[in-house]
Nanobody, 124 residues
Framework: QVQLVESGGGLVQAGGSLRLSCAAS????????MGWFRQAPGKEREFVSS????????YYADSVKGRFTISRDNAKNTMYLQMNSLKPEDTAVYYC?????????????????WGQGTQVTVSS
């Protein structure tokens, strides 16, 4: 069984930065792509970013491109999301997820394990 635990969320002013972490249990972390999603109140969960198993490929939603950076450390079974130039519209619960394949996945249905989420609140 795979467990994913997010951390690093919090309250930040607009223009500030946060770094989210996602720690994974299990021995197969390095074999699968990982992703970040977010869900704001009253809205559907949306894709934020994905990274392939070996970090060779990354993909970002247009809304965060140029501001967020996804990375992973397979030796530590951990994925990260560096979020810079945060905006109030980035306020959401952020979830990390493990894909069922090694290549990047852009849709939630392609992920089979999810964390519990971490709240990010950006004040104006």
């Amino acid at each position: 069984q795979v467990q994913l635990v997010e951390s690093g969320g919090g309250l930040v002013q607009a223009g500030g930065s946060l770094r989210l972490s996602c720690a994974a249990s299990g021995r197969t972390f390095s074999q699968y792509a990982m992703g970040w999603f977010r869900q704001a109140p009253g809205k559907e969960r949306e894709f934020v970013s994905s990274i392939s198993w070996g970090s060779g490929t990354t993909y970002y939603a247009d809304s965060v491109k140029g501001r967020f950076t996804i990375s992973r450390d397979n030796a530590k079974n951990t994925m990260y999301l560096q979020m810079n130039s945060l905006k109030p519209e980035d306020t959401a619960v952020y979830y990390c997820a493990r894909a069922g394949v090694g290549t990047i996945v852009l849709v939630a249905t392609g992920y089979d394990y999810w964390g519990q989420g971490t709240q990010v609140t950006v004040s104006s």
